[in-house]
Nanobody, 115 residues
Framework: QVQLVESGGGLVQPGGSLRLSCAAS????????MGWYRQAPGKQRELVAR???????QYADSVKGRFTISRDNAKNTVYLQMNNLKPEDTAVYYC?????????WGQGTQVTVSS
């Protein structure tokens, strides 16, 4: 059974940086895309960034120019580098790996941006 393990969340001041990692427990075949979503209290889960097979990327307008998604196929890992963090980035961040057979989700990691 595939498990996605996220790490790298925490408390950071506005303007700071964090790097989230999401490692799959086994090699996943037939990946369509790998992405990061977030959910703030009282809000719906939203797409933050995703990297599509073929290496094209997509970002939410609110994070363009600040966040960068990348992947390491050899390590079955997807990353999210978050720079110039803002209080409105506070949320639980989830990674997702979508395949032709369905999607896998991580357990979520809390990111809090506060002074």
């Amino acid at each position: 059974q595939v498990q996605l393990v996220e790490s790298g969340g925490g408390l950071v001041q506005p303007g700071g940086s964090l790097r989230l990692s999401c490692a799959a427990s086994i090699r996943i075949l037939n990946i369509i895309d790998m992405g990061w979503y977030r959910q703030a209290p009282g809000k719906q889960r939203e797409l933050v960034a995703r990297i599509i097979t073929g290496r094209s990327t997509q970002y939410a307008d609110s994070v363009k120019g600040r966040f960068t998604i990348s992947r390491d196929n050899a390590k079955n890992t997807v990353y999210l580098q978050m720079n110039n963090l803002k209080p409105e980035d506070t949320a639980v961040y989830y990674c997702q790996i979508a395949t032709f057979l369905g999607a896998y989700w991580g357990q979520g990691t809390q990111v809090t941006v506060s002074s």
